[in-house]
């Protein structure tokens, strides 16, 4: 994130369940501290979520499955261990299982785990749970398509780091409803493609919620929609591991096409939403953020997108006070836009990244645009390794002397460029934050250009690009508080007039009023 981090992959690539891997086996035992329902405070409730009420209410009073088992199912005995697997595996596909109350449990080996056929429904009756005992590693996994799991309790279990307890082969067609998917190690659940996860209980897990990931980037067609998603990375990853770019409530690499919208993304111990490398044409409403250690919002090195009608408040305490106290001066956001921006030559609902409507209140920092002059195709400070950008299909061409010269030296860059932030509404009041400076800083910049030896970008050219000539615009906000605008690197703060004034001309048609508070 920032100069110094950036994303790692969230799994480079996932071992196969019966492989012998090594990894964290940690979980919590306890729940994150969370709150019961979505905060208020006042003038930040204007455009807040509509879903929001419902979705707070996901961890707390999670939806019952049925009571009794629906005509033509298998019921799966809780006192019988193993059970599940077993009539799993005995049973034909489109086969829908029933799981009467209690602790359900696999055998008690490392990679025993319920291996669904084509079509396989697995529904809860109130106060099923499906627990790992700490053994465990997988609860569903194997690629068949279209399984649904619902109204059920999945818990214990101890993948590896960035594998999954939940989907864990990224199987694609799966429905994850109204269940709740806690204190397990990794990540709770694992993505395909045209995978719809609907009013769950993500909460506790050692890494992430959700890791969005598939090998061979296939994930089209997501679905995230009306989940709490809290407390999240209780192993601490980005301390075991610093700067790996691999915690959160959510992540996301190489999804083309999702909708995240109406969720409750709070108290994770990291960033509540981070998509990173080639995500595309992702369309993210009417979430509540809030009280995320990091950012709330992470769109890094990928395409296209639109945010708005989010409510967004009280996010990067932990790390924007940390990065201050180390007297690191970069602009951390809680909305942090880099190497991303809006693309025409790549399909999807925008051309561009569309941020409007939403309520930013008593963050550590607002929207940041940034952009890595050294990080591009075959560089070295390229982090996501053999990645290239999605419009050059051979890497090797992104080199020397052909990279200094069009299309090259254009399409051989994640740009930040075209993005839109308008009709926002940003609150500040250090008071609440608990903040002398660097909490109240919009920004766009990039750093001097130095390596390797062969870059096109040196010097200032890519901090002058992404400032004036990449068509970076906020305009029609409405802002209250003592904010502060920094340009082309972290040494130049202006004042308001002067953001508003040539060369930069930002904000034009913007509100303003000086005074701390809504």
Partial sequence: ??????????????????????????????????????????????????????????????????????????????????????????????????????????????????IPKKGDRYLGAPGAVLDGRKTNQYAFGGHASDVTISSLTVQGFVPPQDE??????????????HSTIQYNSGAGLMT???????????????????????????????????????????????????GC???????????????IRGNWVHDNLGAGFWADTNNNDFLIENNLFENNNGAALIYEISYNAIIRNNTIRRN??????????RGDNFPFGTVYLSEAGGEPRIKARTDKIDVYRNVLENNWNGITLWESADRFCNSPANTSGSYCTLLVKDTARCRKPAIAD???????????????IHANRFLLDKSVVKCEDKCDRMAVLANYGTYPKWSPYKGLRVAQAITRKQHNRWHDNTYRGPWTFVVQDPSQALDRAQWQSTPYRQDAGSTFRSRDGG
């Avoid at 691999?246 to 083309?256: H, L, P, R």
């Fill in 1 to 114: 994130m920032g100069i110094k981090r950036h994303g790692a992959p969230a799994a480079a690539a996932l071992t196969l369940a019966l492989l012998v891997v090594t990894g964290c086996t940690g979980t919590s035992d306890t729940p994150a501290k969370s709150k019961g329902s979505p905060s208020g405070s006042g003038a930040a409730t204007v455009g807040a979520p509509a879903s929001v009420a419902t979705t707070a209410k996901v961890c707390a009073k999670p939806g019952p499955g049925p009571a009794k088992p629906p005509k033509g199912a298998v019921t799966v005995d809780p006192k019988v261990v193993n059970d599940l697997f077993t009539k799993t595996q005995k049973s034909p596909p489109n086969t829908t299982f029933w799981l009467k109350p209690g602790k359900h449990l696999l055998e008690k080996a490392q990679y025993a785990q319920v």
């Fill in 164 to 177: 999954g307890v939940v989907n864990h082969g990224s199987a694609d067609g799966w429905v994850i409803e």
């Fill in 192 to 242: 395909g493609a045209r995978q719809q996860i609907r009013g769950n209980c993500l909460r506790g897990n050692g890494q992430y919620g959700i890791n969005g990931y598939k090998e061979g980037d296939s994930i089209r067609g997501l679905v995230v929609e009306g989940n709490e998603i809290v407390g999240n990375n209780t192993d601490d990853w980005e301390k075991r591991r610093p």
């Fill in 245 to 259: 770019g691999c915690t959160g409530g959510m992540k996301f690499w190489a999804v083309n096409g999702a909708d």
């Fill in 316 to 325: 990067n305490w932990v790390e924007g006070r940390r990065s201050a106290d």
């Fill in 406 to 420: 069009p299309p090259l030296y254009d399409d051989c860059r994640w740009k930040t460029q075209r993005v839109d």
